[in-house]
């Protein structure tokens, strides 16, 4: 079903470039604003040859796997609800039960439990270059996240981009030991999202 993976593959490839510098956020101030997270990003990625860390989420088990093909195929039938209500939604809001899931209510608990339990932790590394020209920092993968080619963050404009779509600032975010999403503990930093639903062939 494209327009749901296409809704998640950007949501997580974003939350993963997102998160590599978060881990490196120092603490940060009370004040919040776009230009503030962008002036944190432009001392963060200075220009070079790095090592990456690939993070990435461990894979369902078979349990796990089951469920999330029935609320595909599910959805794949019930597009017009799902888009309505994901875009009644409140930013990260969980999409409620119902029976248009196609699952029972025992396997939406069992599903809400393990999604909102995944913490991401390194998978690999990579080689990156970092590029800086016309005022924007630029990505330069090699061999893999060829997705990063198209991020272009505007130190003049203060607007991150993939490819021609902007993306909005969320804000601040900082997660202690309760609440981090990294199997590494807990992080502070800025965020940046482009939710874009799209029904195939669209």
């Known amino acids: 079903m494209t327009f749901l993976y296409q809704y998640f593959r950007?949501?997580?490839v974003l939350a993963?470039?997102?998160?590599?510098f978060h881990v490196s956020a120092q603490?940060?101030?009370g004040v919040d604003s776009n230009a503030l997270a962008i002036h944190f990003v432009d001392g963060q990625l200075p220009e070079g040859n790095y090592t990456a860390a690939v993070l990435g989420i461990p894979r369902p088990n078979a349990s796990q796997l089951a469920i999330v093909e029935k609320m595909k195929?599910?959805?794949?039938?019930?597009?017009?609800?799902?888009?309505?209500?994901?875009?009644?939604?409140k930013p990260g809001e969980p999409i409620p039960y119902h029976k248009n899931l196609g699952i029972s209510e025992a396997e939406y608990a069992?599903?809400?439990?393990?999604s909102q339990a995944i913490k991401i932790d390194k998978i690999g590394a990579m080689e990156l270059k970092i590029v800086r020209k016309d005022n924007s920092i630029h990505f330069e993968p090699k061999d893999f996240g060829d997705y990063l080619k198209y991020v272009v963050i505007n130190l003049k404009d203060q607007r991150v981009r993939v490819d021609s779509l902007g993306l909005e600032y969320k804000g601040q975010i900082i997660m202690d030991a309760k609440r981090t999403t990294l199997v590494a503990g807990p992080?502070?930093?800025?965020?940046?999202?482009?939710?874009?639903?799209?029904k195939d062939g669209q």
């Open 10 to 12: 950007l949501y997580w």
């Open 16 to 20: 993963a470039f997102l998160f590599s």
């Open 27 to 29: 603490k940060q101030s």
């Open 73 to 89: 195929q599910a959805l794949k039938a019930n597009e017009d609800w799902f888009f309505k209500t994901m875009k009644e939604l």
């Open 110 to 114: 069992t599903f809400m439990e393990f």
């Open 187 to 198: 992080w502070a930093g800025y965020s940046w999202q482009l939710e874009e639903f799209k």
